[in-house]
């Protein structure tokens, strides 16, 4: 299975499990997500959802072959779902990332509500040089959590930072060794597991409900822009560069 689950002692681990493709996601492992995200905010015993990847890729994002292959639009697909049920998990989320994460490999740490990363993990949001735009409500949370400059240094570049920046611009919550964050993720996991669930769901809606409106319309802007995109001239050249294996030009484009 190219997305894996497991439920013990309150806490639902999800992982990714497609290493040889560095983690990218197709649109069934979108709906895997989905499904796992819903079973575990009906499950009572699911008290607390736990991400990671393989300790040499968290994820590389989407894979972009299946993503121009799926059919229908954005709002239809597995990942408007996974987003969604994301967004609204109501139970605490949290998140070990290693080795590298790309995309919405990134900005679905933005909906976590803790985020650790392994010493030596690279981050990139690769928008601009694929011709697209942000996702996943990233072009307001991101700014929030970051501040403007930074974001916009990270967003309009596209270039991949360190997990040390990560932590230094309030954008994860630590940086550990490699063979320490597992271990770490699953013992901060255990700790929530513990206490009152409905004090941490109540917690966790008072801190997010305020701005959850404005975030899902954010969400519906992006789409509609990032959906439009895709046939742009730019982001056609971009995928051929990607799957030729060579350097885009985007020159030829006003």
Same mark, same amino acid.
Do not use: W
């Given at each position: 299975?190219?997305?894996?689950?497991? /439920?013990? %002692?309150g806490?639902?681990?999800?992982?990714? $499990? =497609?290493?040889g493709? /560095? $983690?990218? *996601?197709?649109? #069934?492992?979108?709906?895997?997500? +989905?499904? +796992?995200? +819903?079973?575990?905010? $009906?499950?009572? #015993?699911?008290?607390?959802?736990?991400?990671?990847?393989?300790? %040499?890729?968290?994820?590389?994002g989407?894979?972009?072959?299946?993503?121009?292959?799926a059919?229908?639009?954005?709002?239809?697909?597995?990942?408007?779902?996974?987003? =969604?049920?994301?967004?609204v998990?109501?139970?605490?989320?949290?998140?070990?990332?290693?080795?590298?994460?790309i995309?919405?490999?990134?900005?679905?740490?933005?909906?976590?509500?803790?985020?650790?990363?392994?010493?030596?993990?690279?981050f990139?949001m690769?928008?601009?040089?694929?011709?697209?735009?942000?996702?996943?409500?990233?072009s307001?949370?991101?700014p929030?959590?970051?501040?403007?400059?930074?974001?916009? %240094?990270?967003?309009?570049?596209?270039?991949?930072f360190?997990?040390? @920046?990560?932590? !230094?611009?309030g954008? *994860?919550?630590?940086v550990l060794p490699?063979e !320490?964050l597992?271990?770490?993720?699953?013992? @901060?996991?255990?700790?929530?597991?513990?206490?009152p669930?409905?004090s941490? =769901?109540?917690?966790?809606?008072?801190m997010k409900s305020?701005n959850?409106? +404005?975030?899902? #319309?954010?969400?519906?802007? !992006?789409? %509609?822009?990032?959906?439009a995109?895709? @046939?742009?001239? !730019?982001? /056609?050249?971009?995928?051929?560069a990607?799957?030729?294996?060579r /350097?885009?030009?985007?020159?030829?484009?006003?």
């Open positions: 299975m190219e997305i894996t689950t497991a /439920k013990k %002692e806490v639902l681990t999800i992982e990714f $499990n =497609r290493p493709k /560095k $983690n990218a *996601i197709t649109s #069934a492992m979108y709906k895997m997500l +989905a499904d +796992a995200l +819903a079973d575990g905010e $009906n499950d009572p #015993a699911v008290r607390v959802v736990l991400f990671c990847g393989k300790p %040499e890729v968290f994820s590389a989407n894979d972009l072959e299946d993503f121009m292959n059919q229908g639009s954005l709002e239809e697909k597995p990942v408007a779902t996974f987003m =969604r049920n994301l967004l998990m109501p139970k605490p989320v949290l998140a070990a990332v290693s080795g590298m994460a995309g919405i490999g990134v900005t679905m740490l933005l909906h976590c509500d803790q985020v650790y990363a392994a010493a030596g993990t690279k990139s690769q928008f601009p040089k694929l011709g697209l735009c942000p996702e996943f409500g990233s307001k949370l991101l929030e959590i970051i501040g403007y400059q930074r974001a916009a %240094e990270l967003l309009l570049f596209g270039e991949s360190s997990a040390e @920046q990560a932590l !230094e611009m954008l *994860i919550n630590r490699q !320490e597992i271990p770490y993720a699953r013992a @901060q996991a255990a700790k929530l597991a513990v206490l669930a409905s941490l =769901r109540t917690t966790k809606h008072l305020s959850t409106e +404005a975030v899902v #319309a954010q969400m519906l802007r !992006e789409s %509609e822009r990032f959906e995109m895709l @046939q742009s001239p !730019e982001a /056609k050249e971009a995928f051929s990607f799957f030729e294996r /350097k885009p030009d985007f020159t030829k484009f006003s």
